[in-house]
């Protein structure tokens, strides 16, 4: 019995340095995500963090160098995981499809994102709130949204055969802008009573404007 038991410990694969070191990060980044939220950039302390992670500080140095590259950090992984995808399926089938069925689930998965995800909003609410203090992490988030959805949309204005735009990047920033506008008043700013708009109409006449078409 001893001996069989031996065997399976002995043949139950080993995790790797990467896995671990993988898997620490992951943590480090929740308990930054979470003591960021409780306590705002300012207060919060790689002190806290490690704690919240149930890691060593000196592993949660070993991983991000201060509390402005855990930020950052947690900017990038959240842009990553949120709007990598914001088309949800390959250029190839993006570029083939008509137009009005790609900017609704553009708008759809944006706004998905907002309206289904307290976290992000509540990180959303982080950034613009420290913004003055620390302009460095709002501009962090811009770049890096600059570095995926946006350029991505542009990139689809731009190569897109059913469209021909006289400046891509400006109708891109106008998508977007109405689509965050939204959001902003909508659901950080709780305005849904004082200005009401459904999400459905906001998104077909933003499309009718850019393609002609609903």
């Given at each position: 019995m001893d001996s069989k038991y031996d065997?399976?410990?002995q043949s139950k694969p080993k995790r790797?340095?990467?896995?671990?070191?993988?898997?620490?990060?992951e943590a480090i980044l929740e308990g930054g995500m979470q003591e960021f939220l409780t306590y705002g950039y300012a207060a919060t302390s790689?002190?806290?963090?490690?704690?919240?992670a149930k890691v060593s500080k000196a592993t949660v140095y070993s991983?991000?160098?201060?509390?402005?590259s855990l930020f950052v950090g947690l900017i990038q992984r959240l842009v990553e995981q949120k709007f990598q995808s914001i088309f949800?399926?390959?250029?190839?089938?993006?570029l083939q499809a008509a137009p009005q069925i790609v900017l609704r689930e553009f708008a759809n998965r944006a706004l998905d994102i907002g309206v289904n995800e307290p976290q992000f909003l509540n990180f959303m609410r982080l950034?613009?709130?420290?913004?003055?203090?620390?302009p460095q992490l709002a501009r962090a988030f811009?770049?890096?949204?600059?570095?995926?959805?946006?350029?991505k949309l542009c990139q689809y204005f731009t190569n897109c055969p059913h469209l021909k735009l006289s400046d891509p990047e400006a109708t891109a920033r106008i998508f977007v802008g109405a689509i965050v506008h939204f959001l902003i008043v909508q659901e950080m700013l709780h305005g849904k009573d004082i200005v009401p708009m459904e999400r459905d109409r906001l998104i077909t006449n933003l499309i009718e404007l850019i393609t002609g078409q609903p």
């Open positions: 065997t399976m410990k790797t340095d990467r896995q671990l070191s993988s898997e620490k990060t790689m002190d806290r963090v490690a704690i919240a991983h991000f160098q201060d509390k402005e949800g399926a390959s250029e190839a089938q993006v950034i613009l709130g420290e913004s003055a203090r620390f811009v770049s890096n949204i600059e570095q995926t959805a946006f350029r």
